[in-house]
């Protein structure tokens, strides 16, 4: 599976919305895009996926473009415990996840 | 339902030293993945496991070994350790049957030092 692009840090306020940018131009049609989050001293957890609409859940929501190179996690009001390492994946035929190196978060109280 | 666990949590061992790392799945998930993070990186895939038998496997060498067992529990076993494998090792486990593109949900991990 095609690694993405993600940026390496990013800065948001607390109680503030975060939108977390990922390019991924090579995606297939049969690609999902899934997102994962590690925190600090944890496995990385399920966060959401899509493969072309927009999704919500209770953690977040997707927004993936129309051309589907490219999709942003949204984290509607974030909270010190979002602080994170935030990875977009490009899930297709392979069995396993293939991790780039993701977006670290830092949320300011 | 109980989640994925792994153990031990922390090892130091020393170089040309063999390893086991435990998982326990969690319940109902037939399929076990490990993964190899390296201090600051993304995990890599080492290999999975469905229903007892080796289901795909990363770029890792034959001393990366791994078994999976009837309750669908699984081991990782490292042979002649190197410096370069202290990692944290990370174990995963699906209700895949076997597909892509199935969440996993992954245990805390075995922080794994060789000196």
């Known amino acids: 599976d095609a690694k993405t692009t993600q940026p390496n840090s990013m800065e948001s306020n607390e109680e503030e919305p975060v939108h977390l940018p990922c390019n991924h131009s090579?995606?297939?049609?049969?690609?999902?895009i899934h997102w994962y989050r590690q925190l600090p001293s944890q496995g990385p957890e399920y966060v959401i996926h899509g493969l072309t609409s927009n999704v919500n859940n209770r953690m977040a929501s997707l927004a993936i473009a129309e051309d589907r190179k490219s999709s942003t996690l949204i984290l509607h009001r974030a909270t010190l415990r979002d602080a994170a390492v935030y990875y977009c994946i490009q899930w297709g035929s392979a069995r396993q996840l293939t991790f780039g190196s993701g977006t670290q978060l830092t949320v300011l109280p | 339902e109980t989640g994925v666990t792994q153990s031990p949590t922390h090892l130091i061992k020393t170089r040309g030293q063999q390893v086991t790392l435990r998982c326990s799945s969690q319940?109902?998930?037939?399929?076990v993945s490990w993964y190899q993070q390296a201090l600051g990186q993304g995990p890599q895939f080492i290999f999975q496991y469905y229903r007892e038998e080796e289901n795909g496997r990363g770029n890792f060498p034959p001393r990366f070994s791994g078994l999976q067992f009837p309750n669908y529990s699984s081991e990782l076993n490292v042979n002649a350790l190197e410096l370069d494998d202290s990692a944290l090792y990370l174990c995963a486990s699906s209700l895949t049957g076997g597909l892509a593109g199935v969440r996993q949900y992954f245990g805390p991990g075995t922080r794994l030092t060789v000196l």
């Open positions: 090579t995606i297939s049609g049969t690609d999902y």
């Open positions: 319940s109902g998930h037939n399929t």
